[in-house]
């Protein structure tokens, strides 16, 4: 087995990323601009305050501060009333318990990442949990998941991380882990090449799934 496996979050076990668009939408109509497809797929992957940062570069502080604010009350709010999951990730952790450390590292916000886990069901099950505000390099920087794995003492080659987006893959090859791209929620046409593997959705991934493709296709 894998000494561990990591999880992104949005696009990986929940699918917020229609919900991002819209709140990134208002944040650009609100500084006057318009967010174009092209210009979001570029954002997909990255953290809040790096993307809120890329959208309103001529903000100061304290302008940056409110728009922020009015972000994460509205984000906060929808994704309270329930999110939808990526078929098959819940029942993939819970599989994977007692078998390997697991983990979840996302760009999302402490408060985001724990209703997210309370919706998911699986506070009980993770050995670690890495946030926004865990960091201060958001993805294409692994450096996210280089902490988780310092955190579960794994060792990076035995490393499975399951992420959707450009950004998130790059940061778990440079953090030299095994990538498994999840397709099915895509909306945006990231590029996945990078990734090591690639499944539709978490539903086709179980333990002996994850042993076979660390140890090179033997269970």
Same mark, same amino acid.
């Given at each position: 087995?894998?000494?561990?496996?990591?999880?992104?979050?949005?696009?990986?076990?929940?699918?917020?990323?229609?919900?991002?668009?819209?709140?990134?939408?208002?944040?650009?109509?609100?500084?006057?601009?318009?967010?174009?497809?092209?210009?979001?797929?570029?954002?997909?992957?990255?953290?809040?305050?790096?993307?809120?940062?890329?959208?309103?570069?001529?903000?100061?502080?304290?302008?940056?501060?409110?728009?922020?604010?009015?972000?994460?009350?509205?984000?906060?709010?929808?994704?309270?009333?329930?999110?939808?999951?990526?078929?098959?990730?819940?029942?993939?952790?819970?599989?994977?318990?007692?078998?390997?450390?697991?983990? #979840?590292?996302?760009?999302?916000?402490?408060?985001?990442?724990?209703?997210? #886990?309370?919706?998911?069901?699986?506070?009980?099950?993770?050995?670690?949990?890495?946030?926004?505000?865990?960091?201060?390099?958001?993805?294409?920087?692994?450096?996210?998941?280089?902490?988780?794995?310092?955190?579960?003492?794994?060792?990076?080659?035995?490393?499975?991380?399951?992420?959707?987006?450009?950004?998130?893959?790059?940061?778990?090859?440079?953090?030299?882990?095994?990538?498994?791209?999840?397709?099915?929620?895509?909306?945006?046409?990231?590029?996945?090449?990078?990734?090591?593997?690639?499944?539709?959705?978490?539903?086709?991934?179980?333990?002996?799934?994850?042993?076979?493709?660390?140890?090179?296709?033997?269970?």
């Amino acid at each position: 087995m894998p000494d561990a496996v990591l999880f992104d979050l949005d696009g990986t076990l929940i699918n917020t990323e229609p919900l991002c668009q819209r709140v990134l939408a208002g944040v650009c109509a609100d500084l006057g601009t318009v967010l174009t497809e092209e210009r979001y797929a570029e954002m997909v992957g990255r953290s809040w305050e790096a993307v809120i940062a890329a959208l309103s570069p001529g903000a100061d502080a304290a302008e940056r501060a409110r728009i922020t604010t009015e972000a994460f009350a509205l984000y906060d709010a929808e994704m309270a009333l329930g999110v939808a999951e990526v078929p098959g990730g819940r029942e993939l952790i819970h599989a994977l318990h007692g078998h390997t450390r697991l983990g #979840i590292v996302t760009g999302s916000t402490g408060r985001q990442l724990q209703i997210a #886990i309370a919706q998911l069901g699986v506070a009980d099950v993770l050995q670690t949990a890495i946030s926004e505000d865990d960091i201060t390099k958001s993805k294409p920087d692994p450096q996210g998941y280089l902490m988780a794995i310092e955190r579960l003492g794994a060792r990076p080659e035995r490393t499975i991380i399951f992420e959707d987006s450009e950004a998130g893959i790059a940061a778990g090859k440079a953090a030299g882990c095994t990538v498994v791209a999840v397709g099915c929620t895509n909306h945006f046409q990231q590029d996945q090449s990078a990734a090591d593997a690639h499944v539709h959705d978490l539903r086709e991934v179980d333990p002996a799934w994850c042993a076979a493709l660390i140890n090179g296709g033997r269970a």
